[in-house]
Antibody, heavy 124, light 112 residues
Framework: EVQLVESGGGLVKPGGSLRLSCTAS????????MHWVRQAPGMGLEWVAC????????FYTDSLRGRFTISRDNAKNSLYLQMNSLRAEDTAKYYC?????????????????WGHGTLVTVSS | QSVLTQPPSVSGAPGQRVTISCTGS?????????VHWYQQRPGTAPKVLIF???RRPSGVPDRFSGSKSGTSASLAITGLQAEDEAEYYC????????????FGTGTKVTVL
């Protein structure tokens, strides 16, 4: 079964740090671009960051660049998100998502597999 | 705030057809970038319904269809069922920022 499982969320004080993990199974993780997407309570979806299969290209949403760092370990089938200088507005459920790739690994720009998410709460 | 605008809510009786619009601009949908659609039921992760404007992943009923024209896109649900009650999001790519995947504001579909 194709699966993504996030972990590492929790309660953190403003200014603190947290590292989220996403473990993949059921597919060849090393072939896929991977993303983080977040959703604040009661709000819509917000794309956070992505990196390509070999970590050659890394992209962030403008508002988070400099505070968040995405990385991966293909040997461990794992994706990470290091979050520093956390603020109350970073409170959200963070989802790990796989890029929808077709033949020849063409990237459609969509997300076809999602984890269940991990909740990050930033509060004093 | 999102650069893709959706109506906050749409509703319909079982069996009816509803459509959800997704309005963008020349820096995203109008620039030729594909539009994708997701369904999110309460407490669950989003699920892709349509990718590449009008393509359905395997397992998605053909009651769901997508279209795109100019700077807008639409998701149509025909034969509305109780299980279709959920939040729906469009998603595309935008070049007004350095690199950005963007989601729509979301539309709550209510089955009357």
């Amino acid at each position: 079964e194709v699966q993504l499982v996030e972990s590492g969320g929790g309660l953190v004080k403003p200014g603190g740090s947290l590292r989220l993990s996403c473990t993949a199974s059921g597919f060849t993780f090393s072939r896929f671009t991977m993303h983080w997407v977040r959703q604040a309570p009661g709000m819509g979806l917000e794309w956070v960051a992505c990196l390509t299969s070999g970590s050659d290209y890394i992209f962030y949403t403008d508002s988070l660049r400099g505070r968040f760092t995405i990385s991966r370990d293909n040997a461990k089938n794992s994706l990470y998100l290091q979050m520093n200088s956390l603020r109350a507005e970073d409170t959200a459920k963070y989802y790990c998502a796989r890029a929808l790739q077709g033949g020849d690994d063409y990237n459609w720009g969509a997300f076809d597999v999602w984890g269940h998410g991990t909740l990050v709460t930033v509060s004093s | 705030q999102s650069v893709l605008t959706q109506p906050p809510s749409v509703s319909g009786a079982p069996g009816q057809r509803v459509t959800i619009s997704c309005t963008g601009s020349s820096s995203n949908i109008g620039a030729g970038y594909d539009v994708h659609w997701y369904q999110q039921r309460p407490g669950t992760a989003p699920k892709v319904l349509i990718f590449g404007n009008n393509r359905r992943p395997s397992g998605v009923p053909d009651r769901f269809s997508g279209s795109k024209s100019g700077t807008s896109a639409s998701l149509a649900i025909t034969g509305l069922q109780a299980e279709d009650e959920a939040e729906y999001y469009c998603q595309s790519y935008d070049t007004s920022l350095s690199t950005s995947y963007v989601f729509g504001t979301g539309t709550k579909v209510t089955v009357l």
